[in-house]
Nanobody, 115 residues
Framework: QVQLVESGGGSVQPGGSLRLSCTVTGMPVAWVIMGWYRQFPDKERALIAQISSRLYIKYDDSVKDRFTITRDNAENTVYLQMDSLEPADTAVYYC?????????WGQGTQVTVSS
């Protein structure tokens, strides 16, 4: 059974940085398009960054030039470096494959940006 474990969230001031990690067990991620998603209260989960097996990367405009997605296939882990954080980035962040039928979702990691 595939399990996704997100970590690295926390509380930071505007302008700060966080690095999120997503470790996948039960399935190799090497040939899968992986993505980071975020969910605001009372909103649907939305894809904000994705990285393919060939390292093709795409970002949502809301995070472009501030967030960086990377992957370590040997560690079966995907990362999201978040810089220049803004209060509008406050949300729960999840990772998963980018596909019509993603794996079961993990618990996510809360990111709170406030002064």
């Amino acid at each position: 059974q595939v399990q996704l474990v997100e970590s690295g969230g926390g509380s930071v001031q505007p302008g700060g940085s966080l690095r999120l990690s997503c470790t996948v067990t039960g399935m190799p991620v090497a040939w899968v398009i992986m993505g980071w998603y975020r969910q605001f209260p009372d909103k649907e989960r939305a894809l904000i960054a994705q990285i393919s097996s060939r390292l093709y990367i795409k970002y949502d405009d809301s995070v472009k030039d501030r967030f960086t997605i990377t992957r370590d296939n040997a560690e079966n882990t995907v990362y999201l470096q978040m810089d220049s954080l803004e209060p509008a980035d406050t949300a729960v962040y999840y990772c998963n494959m980018v596909a019509p039928n993603p794996w079961p979702w993990g618990q996510g990691t809360q990111v709170t940006v406030s002064s």
